[in-house]
């Protein structure tokens, strides 16, 4: 074990840990992780987003979780927190994405790096361990949170941004099997203060290519970018009978697939932002654009922790909105993230095929392509 010195990343004090394949940075507040550089073949991809305005001077009032804005963070709980819950005022995502984490240590042993991370809940009662993994000769990243000491009903999860090429619908969107999707029920942004919002609020998905607009036309959600001058938000609810539940974003032209692979017991959803200047006022000004959150979460849309608490509308349909830690029994969050190339006549991604050391990704038109995964990482140790 070994401490780790800090850099200056993208405005933001960072570590960085690194493997053959795969080199990535960690902010110290909010623990966002972004830049992460892909190495496949001959070049590197950097697939996440890190909002433009990271080297400004922002209003006093700005929360530290737009200050660093970027790549993929842990939220604890999930969401706004605008409603009180339990006497407790939680910031935006919680804790563990706006304060400053704590540096464990790091290892590395026959290749596998390590990086440790800790925080003590000032919100919740507990405490938060972060663990992030690179493998020799994999373009995945491991990341596992262990929440302690919380007893408290909770929402929680990723939230991974992608950055988009600016071609209209360059990108691919899947899951694997679910059980129910829903635009979210209330308008994603009120013109009003400056945000404008297309898809009809509430309104069910049958169909990704065909959703129903305010408009009274269709959106088709399986393609990104699109919908430019808005910002939208909709769930795909996972099956929870998977062993494994996977999303996924394949970019045919750029030559690569993004992939996040879950136990759907834990996350049980699957929350899409569609980020394409639907926010005029500040810091989004109009400019984050091109950008997809697909946040692998426990939890009722983006509302918070006392929404996904009580009944709503996602629980009636059977779909777990939080979960409750104890005193007793820590709770593991495991995630996985990973990079593959992929030829130009690949399509999208029809399904994962996942073995115990590698998956395997099927394109629409039959195109399969594996690397390697340690996937047994998602249910643990023995």
């Not at 070049?43 to 970027?70: C, G, H, M």
């Not at 540096?103 to 042993?109: E, R, V």
């Not at 136990?263 to 654009?289: C, E, F, I, K």
């Not at 395997?360 to 195109?367: D, E, I, N, P």
């Given at each position: 074990m070994k401490a780790l010195p800090k850099e200056t990343i993208f405005g933001q004090p960072s570590w960085t840990l690194a493997s053959d394949r795969v080199t990535a940075a960690v902010t110290q507040c909010g623990g966002h992780l972004a830049p992460v550089s892909f190495r496949l073949g001959r070049r590197s991809v950097q697939p996440f987003a890190i909002a433009p305005w990271w080297n400004e001077k922002l209003a006093a009032d700005t929360p530290p979780i737009l200050r660093v804005l970027r790549g993929d963070f842990f939220c604890l709980p999930f969401g706004g927190n605008a409603t009180p819950y339990r006497g407790q005022q939680h910031p935006a995502h919680g804790d563990t994405a706006?304060?400053?984490?704590?540096?464990?240590?790091?290892?590395?042993l026959n290749g596998v790096v390590t990086l440790r991370l800790g925080m003590d809940l000032a919100t919740f009662s507990g405490q938060v361990e972060k663990r992030i993994t690179l493998r020799p000769g994999q373009t995945a990243v491991y990341q596992e949170h262990v929440v302690s000491g919380v007893d408290a009903p909770t929402s929680l999860g990723h939230h991974a941004t992608l950055q988009f090429p600016e071609r209209p619908g360059a990108g691919h969107f899947s899951t694997?099997?679910?059980?129910?999707?829903?635009?979210?029920?209330?308008?994603?942004?009120?013109?009003?203060?400056g945000g404008y919002s297309l898809l009809?609020?509430?309104?069910l998905i049958k169909d990704l290519t065909r959703v129903p607009t305010i408009t009274g036309g269709f959106a088709d959600l399986s393609r990104y970018p699109a919908r430019r001058g808005y910002t939208d938000l909709a769930i795909f609810c996972a099956d929870p009978a998977l062993p494994v539940a996977w999303s996924a974003v394949a970019l045919p032209e750029e030559g690569y697939a993004w992939f996040s692979l879950r136990d759907p017991q834990v996350l049980a959803s699957t929350l899409l932002w569609m980020s394409n200047n639907g926010r005029?006022?500040?810091?989004?000004?109009?400019?984050?654009?091109n950008v997809m959150g697909v946040e692998d979460i426990t939890a009722f849309f983006h509302c918070g922790a006392a929404e996904s608490a009580r009944p709503n509308v996602l629980s009636r349909h059977g779909v777990k909105t939080s979960l409750k830690p104890t005193t007793r029994q820590p709770l593991?969050?495991?995630?996985?993230?990973?990079?593959?190339?992929?030829?130009?006549?690949?399509?999208?991604?029809?399904?994962?095929?996942?073995?115990?050391?590698r998956v395997t990704l099927v394109g629409s038109a039959g195109t399969r392509v594996s690397t390697a995964v340690d996937t047994g990482f998602l249910q643990g140790p023995g």
């Amino acid at each position: 074990m070994k401490a780790l010195p800090k850099e200056t990343i993208f405005g933001q004090p960072s570590w960085t840990l690194a493997s053959d394949r795969v080199t990535a940075a960690v902010t110290q507040c909010g623990g966002h992780l972004a830049p992460v550089s892909f190495r496949l073949g001959r070049r590197s991809v950097q697939p996440f987003a890190i909002a433009p305005w990271w080297n400004e001077k922002l209003a006093a009032d700005t929360p530290p979780i737009l200050r660093v804005l970027r790549g993929d963070f842990f939220c604890l709980p999930f969401g706004g927190n605008a409603t009180p819950y339990r006497g407790q005022q939680h910031p935006a995502h919680g804790d563990t994405a706006n304060r400053r984490w704590r540096l464990l240590g790091s290892d590395s042993l026959n290749g596998v790096v390590t990086l440790r991370l800790g925080m003590d809940l000032a919100t919740f009662s507990g405490q938060v361990e972060k663990r992030i993994t690179l493998r020799p000769g994999q373009t995945a990243v491991y990341q596992e949170h262990v929440v302690s000491g919380v007893d408290a009903p909770t929402s929680l999860g990723h939230h991974a941004t992608l950055q988009f090429p600016e071609r209209p619908g360059a990108g691919h969107f899947s899951t694997s099997g679910i059980i129910h999707a829903q635009v979210f029920v209330e308008p994603a942004e009120n013109p009003a203060t400056g945000g404008y919002s297309l898809l009809q609020p509430g309104a069910l998905i049958k169909d990704l290519t065909r959703v129903p607009t305010i408009t009274g036309g269709f959106a088709d959600l399986s393609r990104y970018p699109a919908r430019r001058g808005y910002t939208d938000l909709a769930i795909f609810c996972a099956d929870p009978a998977l062993p494994v539940a996977w999303s996924a974003v394949a970019l045919p032209e750029e030559g690569y697939a993004w992939f996040s692979l879950r136990d759907p017991q834990v996350l049980a959803s699957t929350l899409l932002w569609m980020s394409n200047n639907g926010r005029h006022y500040p810091p989004w000004n109009s400019r984050h654009q091109n950008v997809m959150g697909v946040e692998d979460i426990t939890a009722f849309f983006h509302c918070g922790a006392a929404e996904s608490a009580r009944p709503n509308v996602l629980s009636r349909h059977g779909v777990k909105t939080s979960l409750k830690p104890t005193t007793r029994q820590p709770l593991h969050v495991r995630y996985i993230m990973g990079l593959v190339a992929i030829p130009k006549t690949f399509g999208r991604v029809r399904d994962i095929e996942v073995e115990t050391a590698r998956v395997t990704l099927v394109g629409s038109a039959g195109t399969r392509v594996s690397t390697a995964v340690d996937t047994g990482f998602l249910q643990g140790p023995g």
